[in-house]
């Protein structure tokens, strides 16, 4: 059994704010949100999944919580990610898949975070649903990668990712026409994607 602590004022108040930004209305967001010229099927069905957004208060200012993934992988090889994935059958919803999948990925306990709120699904090229569930860490814990799938277990500021001013747009090719992306680099880590679009979209509602 965990021994509850006292919490600090400035922990108290981040996690009033992350409350109230999550609880405002609005639209999920999405890989093509940044190229309005996409056609995507009528009646398609996304595949639910749950990403953890971890945010530790453990050394300071607080810090987000990323993985790298093994260069090895078939699909987002080297990638930045958050911890979390698809939604199993014995998962009760995505909070609970994105919980389960930070302890397989990163040895994050399930019970260590303390969930404020979720922001609302993403939709991703790959056909998923992501439900990016907010979580405070109050307590250190060690980081233990997966081996074959997480190359690195890693952390920012969250001042830096919740500054829109760090965002820049990319665009690459991409089944044959120029995709546009959101960046927020830190670092040596190139943070892009569908993980960028998720912190841009919690960046914009702390403002």
């Not at 996409?38 to 999944?49: F, I």
């Not at 971890?54 to 090889?77: F, N, W």
């Not at 990610?81 to 059958?89: C, E, I, L, Q, S």
Request: aromatic share 6%.
């Amino acid at each position: 059994m965990r021994i509850s602590r006292p919490v600090p004022d400035a922990a108290r108040n981040l996690a009033d704010r992350l409350a109230a930004a999550l609880a405002t209305q609005g639209r999920g967001s999405s890989d093509f949100d940044l190229n309005p010229g996409t056609v995507l099927p009528e009646g398609r069905k996304l595949r639910p999944a749950g990403v953890l957004v971890p945010i530790s208060l453990t050394s300071g200012a607080p810090r987000l919580i990323l993985t790298k993934r093994s260069s090895a992988l078939k699909h987002h090889p080297g990638q930045i990610a958050f911890p979390g994935g698809k939604v199993d059958p014995g998962d009760r919803d995505e909070t609970a898949a994105a919980l389960r999948e930070a302890w397989e990925e990163i040895g994050l306990p399930q019970d260590l975070p303390q969930v404020i709120g979720c922001l609302p699904p993403h939709e991703t090229v790959t056909g998923f649903a992501v439900t990016p569930v907010v979580g405070l860490i109050r307590e250190p814990f060690s980081p233990r990668p997966e081996e074959g799938e997480v190359a690195e277990v890693f952390s920012v500021p969250l001042e830096h990712v919740l500054d829109p001013g760090n965002y820049v747009v990319e665009s690459r090719r991409w089944r044959g026409s120029r995709r546009r992306y959101y960046v927020v680099p830190y670092g040596p880590y190139y943070i892009w994607g569908a993980t960028a679009r998720m912190l841009r979209s919690l960046a914009e509602r702390m403002q």
